[in-house]
């Protein structure tokens, strides 16, 4: 059963921001490290950022910022000056992930011009 809903994602150009969201079942995200993850287009899947301290992937330093409002329940991904290769799916879970089959849907991020 999924426990994460992502939302957000769309078609931009390069240079252009998005904010993506993602929201748990129950207070799911309270207390616990969460991560966000892309799936390419060559359908490989790796960890963007993640961890309570929050490690970036080098190719979104800078660029990305992970953020959270537990009163809320939701968690964000603020991506700023998108570029091609960050095209994919994303996904929120926690950090270590849960399995696999308990992700979202994820949310596609395309950047084009």
């Known amino acids: 059963q999924a426990l994460f809903e992502e939302s957000g994602g769309g078609l931009v150009q390069p240079g252009e921001s998005l904010t993506l969201s993602c929201t748990a079942a129950g207070n799911y995200f309270n207390r616990k490290s969460l991560a966000w993850f892309r799936q390419d287009p060559e359908n490989l899947i790796a960890a963007i950022g993640a961890?309570?301290?929050?490690v970036y992937t080098d190719s979104v330093k800078g660029r990305f910022t992970m953020l959270r409002d537990d009163l809320r329940n939701m968690a964000y991904l603020q991506m700023n000056d998108l570029k091609p290769e960050d095209t994919g799916v994303y996904y929120c879970s926690t950090w270590p992930p849960l399995p696999r089959n308990q992700w979202g849907r994820g949310t596609q991020v395309t950047v084009s011009s």
């Open positions: 961890g309570g301290g929050t």
